[in-house]
């Protein structure tokens, strides 16, 4: 019998609200409440209130979304599914004239448990596509699929870390790493960064200098290398190759978290028409492939290059890693989700090979670039110049807006107090912007370490989630809060 709004236990509509959790309730009837169990939680959990960045994204559909790194749908290699799966999928070759492997990878085997590394056929794959494009200059590495970049580093804190441990990384990172940093009781030691990221000087002085009398030294550095999260940098093969010498002198593991590796923007980047097999010449050197003894542990993503739902990635690493990581799986994520698999299966292994692979990463930093171009020239039309700053990308998908808050009214009238003031400004921006329709990332969320009183302002722009006709009309909403908080006067 169907129930209606008067009924009792009616499923409470889900709130998607930044403050509130998005579970479903039974709201009405005199069933008692659940007792409160705070004080069984463990430390851990009392103290942990979910991912930051994502609470201040499920708004999205009200506005436009220039916040979260989450690629648009135009940007995904799907259209459209059938739940009837096409016969020639559950075949070991496909139609003919359709293979490119000789996989038994059948929906069989994708409904069943799975195996900690990944289905043979994909790891075959990705371990064929590492070589092509790293060409790891060492005999034992290996690679393994995970469920995504942030479940691989939840593994790896867990192998490599114990608590009250310090690592190091760049002074500004993903919320997602700092988080998870701090659940496992992880301290982050942070490293300046400058046009060319990390900054290896930084990085030795703060390794010379260590005082092993008060805290181990750090043997993790964890590093975005290309288009960084937040600040949209990449690395020089030069500072790479330094930053590598000091890992190597100061025994080092260096985590290369690498998901905008092929979304290439630069001069350098492959053009309309040109040969897909010239990719790996047009790429950065991987910290990969010029690690010498297996000390480098390479994450690599779906989510940005295909689509974040399949919630797949692949870590290449030595082989003793690589064991130990499996093994974290057998007792945690099992495996990667079977149907993503086979849907990376189909799409990679039969659709389209390794060249095709390379034909999609293409195209895909083609569209990229067109946005990021728009965003890019949306910011210089809007942005008032004598108080916002960026530089323009060559990877990825952000923009690292940096706001002169020497330039704001209260800065001449209460300095001493200006520190103190930064979140107040930076969170009535962003609510200004939400307001009025737009919906971008404060930076203050990548900071690796708060003092409490940061005194600088950035926010981070995305060109990859909004309709690609929304990017300026974004710009123009988020440089009207600007201008509107500061009280602007100047042009535009």
């Not at 009200?62 to 989450?70: A, E, V």
């Not at 003793?320 to 079977?338: C, F, M, N, P, R």
């Not at 969320?445 to 302002?457: H, I, M, P, V, Y």
Request: aromatic content about 10%; hydrophobic content about 40%.
């Amino acid at each position: 019998m169907a129930h209606n709004a008067s009924d009792e236990n009616v499923i409470s509509p889900v709130d998607h609200s930044p403050e509130t959790a998005t579970a479903v309730s039974f709201e009405g009837g005199t069933q008692p409440k659940a007792t409160c169990f705070q004080q069984y939680f463990s430390e851990e959990s009392r103290n942990f209130q979910g991912s930051a960045l994502k609470k201040t994204t499920r708004l999205l559909s009200n506005f436009i979304p220039l916040g979260t790194g989450r690629p648009a749908a135009e940007l995904y290699p799907w259209f459209s599914s059938d739940a009837n799966w096409p016969t020639f999928l559950n075949q070991p070759n496909g139609p003919e004239g359709m293979a490119k492997s000789t996989s038994t990878y059948t929906l069989a085997n994708a409904l069943t448990y799975g195996t900690a590394l990944g289905a043979p056929s994909l790891v075959q794959f990705f371990t064929e596509h590492m070589k092509s494009i790293h060409k790891p200059p060492y005999q034992d590495w290996a690679v393994c699929l995970t469920c995504g970049s942030t479940s691989a580093l939840d593994i790896i804190f867990r192998i490599f870390t114990d608590r009250g441990d310090v690592i190091l990384a760049e002074k500004f990172s993903y919320p997602g790493f700092i988080e998870s940093a701090a659940l496992a009781g992880v301290e982050i030691q942070p490293v300046d960064l400058d046009d060319e990221g990390l900054c290896a000087e930084k990085l030795g002085q703060i390794l010379d200098q260590w005082n092993t009398l008060e805290s181990p030294k750090p043997r993790i550095l964890y590093t975005i290398p290309s288009g960084q999260n937040p600040t949209g940098v990449t690395q020089s093969p030069e500072r790479r190759r330094s930053i590598y010498e000091v890992a190597e002198r100061h025994g080092l593991i260096i985590i290369e978290d690498d998901p905008y590796y092929f979304i290439q923007l630069g001069p350098g980047a492959a053009r309309e028409g040109s040969d897909p097999e010239a990719i790996p010449q047009q790429l950065v050197p991987s910290y990969l492939s010029i690690d010498r003894s297996g000390r480098v542990i390479r994450l690599d993503s779906t989510s940005k290059i295909l689509a974040p739902g399949i919630r797949a990635g692949w870590v290449t690493a030595s082989q003793q890693v690589i064991e130990k990581l499996a093994a974290y799986h057998d007792l945690t994520t099992v495996s990667v989700s079977g149907l993503s698999q086979f849907v990376l299966h189909d799409l990679l292994n039969l659709q389209w090979g390794q060249e095709g692979f390379l034909a999609w990463l293409q195209a895909l930093s083609l569209k990229y670039k067109k946005r990021r171009d728009l965003t890019v020239a949306a910011c210089h039309l809007f942005l008032p110049p004598d108080i916002c700053s960026f530089s323009v990308p060559d990877h990825g998908m952000f923009l690292w807006v940096s706001v002169d808050v020497r330039m704001h009214p209260m800065y001449a009238a209460e300095r001493p107090a200006v520190q103190g003031r930064c979140a107040q400004v930076e969170n009535r921006i962003l609510a200004l912007g939400l307001a009025n329709g737009v919906q971008v990332t404060k930076g203050s969320l990548f900071f690796t370490k708060k003092s409490g009183e940061e005194a600088e302002l950035f926010f981070r722009l995305t060109f990859a989630a909004a309709q690609e006709q929304d990017l300026t009309e974004g710009v123009r909403i988020f440089s009207n809060a600007i201008k509107t908080e500061f009280k602007y006067q100047g042009f535009p």
